[in-house]
């Protein structure tokens, strides 16, 4: 008798045969039928705005990737443009599944409480060559002219931008903003060139403007080699998919084991970069950085429409460019109704971040709420909306640090708004490392000296070094409101200070470094840093007793001490003056803190390593070039160094 298990067994034999046989219908299936749609429409059920994905064409043909967001209701609303490489689409889509406009931009966007408050219509846009965009990407792509033959730039594109947007989004009134920070800051200074007439506002946030005199690429000559892997990334591939690599937890160790910049950048392969490339070849001054600076640019420009300017006083990476932009554009500004600054006590970028503090330096409220609040949007309503009232913005609204105050001014520096002058006052650096308003008398010490080697070259903030980046627990973002008090310990750092504060001493303006000092090698950098010192004891705040907080600082590559453009050996041995400014400031030193002024010859590894051997390139220096070298600063009568404040005085 068969059994019941035996009866299933052949009943699936005859099943797998059956399947098996030649020529049965099954076999001619090799695949199931998809269960996706050719393409998925989503219904954005309960979402509060229109995401528009669109390829926006230029004038030449390509077409540049483009993320439109439009407020659920809206009806002849303003439209806030952002230019990016960046990536369009990962800036506009911080929430992933979040059906709200807010959720998505939160924690990138440029003016996200002005948007979600103020019902503006979002867009943010690739630039060409990077991301979802079409053509060739180049670095900071020049104007057409002598650095760039072809028909487009970044000022065509927005123009070919905006006048697709107002033919193209019904929702809107027809008026165009377009806004940005560091390299999405350089981009709404490019739009000013030939603006189209739907473009009524700009404002560039801690734009890049010149690359070689103070932004990202070199300070004075002192390149910023710690921005090696910005390039490689953002140069290397469409997608920044490339990452640059770590070969040591503390960057000092990495950068010391190559070397020179250059030997770095050989070993990792940037050379396949154009960029890197580009900067390989111009160290100095010459007319590719000169034909690119954005403040030269526009000063030769009509100036068209409304500009706000946004500066950070602590801003790590792009701390020259606002103020000298707001200086060539300002002697346009007749009636004083179109150049506007502000300036906050923020980092690079800080003006959407928590503006309540920067590093251990506290201000005791949200500074850059403030700003989006009280500044930037009702200067923006006033010129994108409808019948918008005109908006009581000061033509400078600068923030005062050490009595943590905004101030309103008539221009910068104003020093006040009535009442006052800045009158630049030397502060000399006195023999016994002493600091004071009065010029060293006869019969003190000469100079004050100390050795700079190369192989041992000063920490610019506090070991281990992190590589550069906003998301690391070591806030590079912050570093330039560390506290100094280690390098002010250290024997190759002169650290010049002042007898304690009995009234309240501002300053309003540019410091101007001006060093008499030799050397015994034949090239050398300087660093000089202006410091408030605090009292041994802060009541309410321990921590900060004797805190070291960098007012101003900068560095000088002495080989372009005659000229910026043509590099020359120094003289060894001879006392040379070194004259350059520093970032401006609006501080308030207060009774009780005293002033310091510290000197040192590196500052690594954000700049490279001057050899203090004169050599013709020194991305190409070789081990043997790295020489220690006795450093001086002379504080005689005829050969005082000093630095010059921008002091504010009653009138």
């Keep these: 008798m068969q059994t019941v298990f035996s009866r299933r067994l052949f009943s699936l034999t005859l099943v797998i045969c059956a399947i098996a046989a030649p020529g049965h219908a099954s076999a001619q299936v090799t695949t199931l039928p998809s269960e996706m749609p050719a393409k998925l429409t989503p219904t954005n059920e309960g979402f509060d705005h229109d995401r528009r994905d669109v390829m926006i064409p230029m004038r030449d043909g390509v077409k540049l990737h483009t993320v439109i967001l439009v407020p659920k209701g809206s009806r002849r609303a303003p439209i806030l443009l952002t230019r990016t490489p960046y990536n369009a689409t990962e800036l506009t889509s911080y929430g992933g599944t979040s059906s709200h406009l807010g959720s998505n931009l939160n924690g990138y966007d440029n003016a996200l409480d002005v948007i979600i408050g103020g019902g503006y219509i979002r867009v943010v846009q690739d630039v060409r060559g990077k991301y979802g965009s079409e053509g060739d990407y180049v670095m900071n792509r020049p104007l057409h002219g002598p650095q760039n033959p072809t028909s487009v730039d970044h000022a065509t594109d927005t123009y070919d931008t905006v006048d697709w947007l107002v033919k193209n989004i019904p929702e809107s009134n027809g008026k165009v903003g377009i806004l940005g920070i560091s390299y999405d800051g350089f981009l709404p200074l490019m739009a000013l060139v030939n603006p189209h007439p739907a473009l009524k506002v700009s404002v560039p946030m801690n734009p890049m403007v010149d690359g070689w005199m103070g932004d990202d690429w070199f300070h004075n000559g002192a390149f910023r080699q710690q921005n090696m892997s910005y390039i490689y990334e953002q140069d290397g591939t469409r997608d920044n998919s490339a990452k640059w690599w770590t070969s040591s937890y503390d960057d000092y160790d990495m950068f010391m084991q190559a070397g020179s910049a250059g030997e770095l950048g050989r070993r990792r392969g940037l050379e396949q970069v154009g960029f890197w490339n580009k900067v390989l070849a111009h160290p100095s001054y010459d007319s590719f950085w000169q034909d690119q600076a954005m403040d030269k640019v526009l000063a030769a420009q009509p100036l068209k429409i409304p500009v706000m300017l946004v500066h950070s006083l602590w801003d790590a990476e792009d701390i020259y460019g606002a103020m000298a932009v707001y200086q060539a554009l300002k002697p346009k500004d007749t009636n004083n109704d179109k150049v506007f600054l502000v300036m906050g006590p923020w980092h690079h970028g800080g003006e959407i971040d928590d503006g309540s503090s920067i590093g251990a330096v506290k201000f005791g409220r949200n500074t850059s709420k403030e700003f989006q609040r009280d500044v930037l949007l009702p200067f923006l309503d006033q010129y994108l909306k409808d019948a918008a009232p005109k908006a009581d913005i000061a033509a400078v609204t600068a923030f005062e640090t050490g009595t943590n105050t905004w101030r309103r001014l008539p221009s910068w520096p104003a020093g006040c708004a ?5 009158t630049p006052t030397p502060l000399y650096m006195e023999p016994g490392l002493k600091l004071g308003f009065t010029a060293p008398a006869a019969g003190g010490a000469a100079f004050d000296e100390y050795v ?7 920490p610019f903030r506090a070991r281990p070094t992190r590589a ?3 998301d690391s627990p070591a806030r590079w973002a912050d570093w330039l409101a560390d506290d100094q008090r280690e390098q002010s310990g250290r024997t190759d750092v002169l650290a010049f200070t002042g007898d304690a504060l009995t009234a309240p001493t501002k300053i309003s303006g540019q410091a ?7 050397t015994d090698g034949t090239d050398a950098d300087w660093v000089v840093k202006l410091i408030d010192v605090y009292p041994d004891e802060v009541a309410g705040d321990p921590a900060m007793g004797g805190f070291q907080l960098m007012v101003a600082a900068d560095i000088f590559r002495g080989r ?6 043509a590099p020359k050996a120094i003289e ?4 040379l003056q070194y004259r350059f400014a520093l970032p401006p400031a609006n501080h308030v030193f207060l009774p009780g803190h005293k002033i310091m002024v510290q000197v040192q010859s590196s500052w690594f590894p954000l700049y490279d390593r001057n050899p203090q051997t004169f050599v013709p390139n020194i991305f190409w220096a070789k081990p043997g070039d790295y020489k220690k070298a006795v450093q001086r600063i002379y504080h005689a009568p005829g050969q005082a160094s000093y630095v010059e404040l921008p002091l504010v005085v009653a009138r």
């Design 418 to 422: 009535s009442g006052c002058t800045v």
């Design 452 to 458: 700079s080697d190369p192989n041992k070259p000063v």
């Design 468 to 470: 550069v980046s906003y």
């Design 512 to 518: 101007i470094a001006n060093l008499i000092a030799s």
């Design 560 to 565: 372009y001490r005659e000229s910026f453009s």
């Design 572 to 575: 060894a041995n001879k006392s």
